[in-house]
């Protein structure tokens, strides 16, 4: 089948329009372009009209096929931009999200206001906190999970983004030293009362990086008293939509002096602070 680059686009902005909104086809379609093929919507402006070659329409039919199964184009690709930097995603991590960098950008605010020199990052998954804020801080920072997977994958980003980060494995904060710094964390936070309706693509995302017990707050809860029995000055927390007052009442009760809810770009609850 002969086909130029910019119908072989079209071609798979229509399969991809099969089972997402066509926007979101278009735009993804655009991405596998740019991230897959590595050809920028300039070069597709002054090059659209050539033949694109077998071994490429057998390459965007061989990720199509994959996509049509529902697995996640980040997957597929084997990394994801987050902070314009590039983190390798595999299926023992989360795929990062945009209401992550919120998390970020609150513990840099945070962080620099109470001239913390130390930061542990709970369940790192990717790295994607870690080495971001080892990257643009002169913190001392650590990072933990409890999946060997996982570590491996966060310790591959720091390794090849030259963040300096010191990785442990284990429970919350079980495997990290004192002192703690600021405390921050993304952890499972969906209720597994929620899975049926949740999105496809989920289901190939590990489950243990998603779904808590009691409502999704199970680990948030005890990382806030974990935190702070260890004396944190702060515990920076991403959370699920609705759970802010409930984790709020939970700080408090741990002892923490303050708790307030951050709300993302669509007005939900998505980042808790704690202060002592």
Same mark, same amino acid.
């Given at each position: 089948?002969?086909?130029?680059y910019r119908q072989l686009r079209l071609d798979l902005g229509a399969a991809l329009a099969g089972f997402l909104d066509p926007s979101e086809?278009?735009?993804? !379609?655009?991405? #596998? ?6 050809? !920028?919507? *300039? ?17 965007? &039919?061989? #990720? ?14 084997? #990394? !994801? ?48 906190? $870690?080495?971001?804020? /080892?990257?643009?801080?002169? #913190?001392?920072? !650590?990072?933990?999970?409890? *999946? ?9 980003? $720091?390794?090849? %983004? ?22 921050? $964390? ?39 008293? *974990? ?9 920076? %927390?991403?959370?699920?939509? &609705? ?7 939970? /700080? ?19 980042? %808790?602070?704690? %202060?002592?």
């Amino acid at each position: 089948m002969v086909q130029t680059y910019r119908q072989l686009r079209l071609d798979l902005g229509a399969a991809l329009a099969g089972f997402l909104d066509p926007s979101e086809a278009h735009a993804e !379609s655009v991405r #596998w372009f740019e991230e897959g093929l590595d050809l !920028s919507r *300039s070069w597709m402006a002054a090059h659209g009209g050539d033949l694109a070659p077998e071994s490429v329409r057998r390459q965007v &039919g061989a #990720w199509t096929r994959r996509r049509k199964t529902g697995e996640p184009w980040a997957y597929i690709l084997g #990394w !994801s931009l987050f902070r314009d930097r590039r983190f390798r995603v595999t299926v023992d991590t989360l795929i990062p999200r945009p209401e992550t960098d919120l998390l970020v950008e609150a513990a840099l605010e945070v962080g620099g206001r109470l001239g913390v020199d130390r930061c542990v990052d709970v369940g790192t998954g990717s790295g994607i906190i $870690a080495t971001s804020l /080892a990257l643009e801080t002169d #913190w001392q920072v !650590s990072a933990t999970d409890l *999946s060997p997977g996982a570590l491996a994958v966060a310790r591959e980003n $720091a390794r090849a %983004l030259g963040a300096r980060v010191a990785f442990f494995e284990g429970h919350l904060l079980d495997s990290v030293p004192d002192p703690l710094g600021l405390v921050v $964390a993304n952890l499972p936070y969906v209720d597994p009362a929620d899975e049926p309706g949740l999105q496809r693509e989920l289901a190939f995302e590990p489950a243990s990086a998603l779904f808590a017990p009691d409502r999704g707050l199970a680990l948030s809860a005890e990382l806030l008293t *974990s935190a702070k029995a260890r004396r944190a000055p702060a515990c920076l %927390l991403e959370i699920g939509a &609705g759970q802010g007052g409930e984790l709020c009442r939970r /700080a408090h009760g741990a002892g923490w002096g303050k708790a307030m809810v951050h709300q993302d770009f669509a007005g939900h609850d998505r980042i %808790l602070v704690a %202060l002592a």
